[in-house]
């Protein structure tokens, strides 16, 4: 299993921010030993443990991805904020792409106009190569289609 350096380093973040070794390896996926090497490594072991940490993340009180308190705007309507901050959402939306919800109409079945492939692509029906190298080999002429001037 190959882990990412953005989930190690947010093994770490959280357990600087008091959650427990077996916590984090359950909420992020790593195995145990590997978050309990590298936080070892890192010298976090000194951090008290916050029992109460998985908690206030998942009543938005704390940040899915670092475990710093998150600040709500009491005058906004909607739902509560979920991280600290734009750089831990990119982060942890980078690690846990899978976890996304996808609307199952905007996946669509394409074959790529350069290489005859077929392939799957989200939100974009009118995409019509599989990759940008395609896209490029196609258009200027250094594929099976010369463009016409």
Not at 61 to 73: D, F, I
């Amino acid at each position: 299993m190959q882990i990412k350096d953005d989930a190690l380093q947010q093994a770490i973040l959280l357990r600087k921010s008091g959650m427990s070794n077996r916590k984090i390896a359950e909420y992020t996926g790593i195995p145990y030993e590997k978050v309990r090497y590298q936080c070892k490594k890192q010298d976090c072991d000194s951090v008290l443990v916050d029992e109460e940490l998985p908690a206030k993340i998942k009543s938005r009180e704390a940040c899915a991805y670092c475990g710093k308190p998150v600040t709500q705007n009491e005058h906004s309507a909607g739902r509560k904020k979920r991280f600290c901050c734009d750089e831990c959402r990119r982060k942890y939306w980078k690690i846990h792409r899978p976890d996304q919800k996808r609307n199952p109409k905007a996946i669509y079945t394409k074959v790529c106009a350069y290489c005859g492939k077929t392939f799957e692509v989200y939100g974009n029906k009118n995409r019509k190569y599989c990759c940008h190298e395609h896209y490029v080999a196609d258009y200027f002429g250094d594929g099976k289609y010369s463009r016409v001037s």
